[in-house]
C-alpha cells in the first residue's frame, strides 16, 4: 500500500520515449466505487481541460518515478466523463469527518491509503476521534467495502470502529493487518508491538464521486 500524499510532486516519465511528461499535482478519487481513477497532472483552466494519467495507464509507481507506456496515455477530462464529473465534484475528502452509522467520530481524513497495483482504497489515515494516538494525534481506518460520501462527512459502519479498538495506539497494527491480508497471510489478534480531493498544501485535498 501507498498513502497518496507519497506521491505528490512525483514525475510521470513516458517509457517509449523517457519523457518526463509532468508530475502529480493530484489523485482522483471515486469512492463509490472505493477505487483511485487517476492521477492528475495538469488542473486546467478557463480554456483548456484538465490532464489525467486514468489509473489504468500506470505501469509502475516506483520510489522516484511514476512509469506510463507512452506520452498519448495522458487524457483529458474532456475524453472522460467519469474524471470529469469527479473533478467538478465540490465533495473533498481531506479534512472530513469519519462517522459511524451509530453517530461515533472516528476523527477527520488526512491521507488515503491505496493499493498501487489496483488502485483499490485500503484505508485512511484519520486524526482526532476516540482512537487517536495521544503522540501523534493519528490513526489508521480500515476501508469498508461501503462509504456513504456526504457534504460534511463519510459514514462507516460500526464495525470499523471495532477494529480500530483491537488496533494498537495510532492505529499502525492495523496498517499492517490489512496488508497481510491483502498477501494472504495469518493476521494476529493479541497485542503487538507498533510497526512501526480541491486541494491544500501541493495537492493534500482528494476529490470523491458523489
Known sequence: ?????????????????????DSVHDLIFDHQANEVLGLLVDEGGWFRAAKVVPFEMIRSIGEDAIMIDSAEHVTTTRDDDRLADVLDSKISLIGMTLLTTEGQDLGKIADVYFDEKTGRVEGY??????????????TFVPAPENVQIGEHAAIVPVSVASAMQEQEPGGLRGLSAVRATR???????????????????PSARRRAAT
Not at 1 to 19: F, P, W, Y
Not at 126 to 138: C, E, I, Q, Y
Not at 186 to 194: A, E, G, K, Q
Open 1 to 21: 500500500m501507498i498513502k497518496g500524499k507519497d506521491i505528490l510532486g512525483r514525475h510521470i516519465v513516458a517509457i517509449d520515449s523517457g519523457q518526463r511528461i
Open 125 to 138: 489515515e484519520a486524526t482526532g476521534g476516540v482512537f487517536s494516538d495521544l503522540s501523534n494525534g493519528r
Open 183 to 201: 498477501s494472504g497471510a495469518p493476521t494476529r489478534t493479541s497485542p503487538t508491538p507498533p510497526v512501526s480531493a480541491r486541494r491544500s498544501t
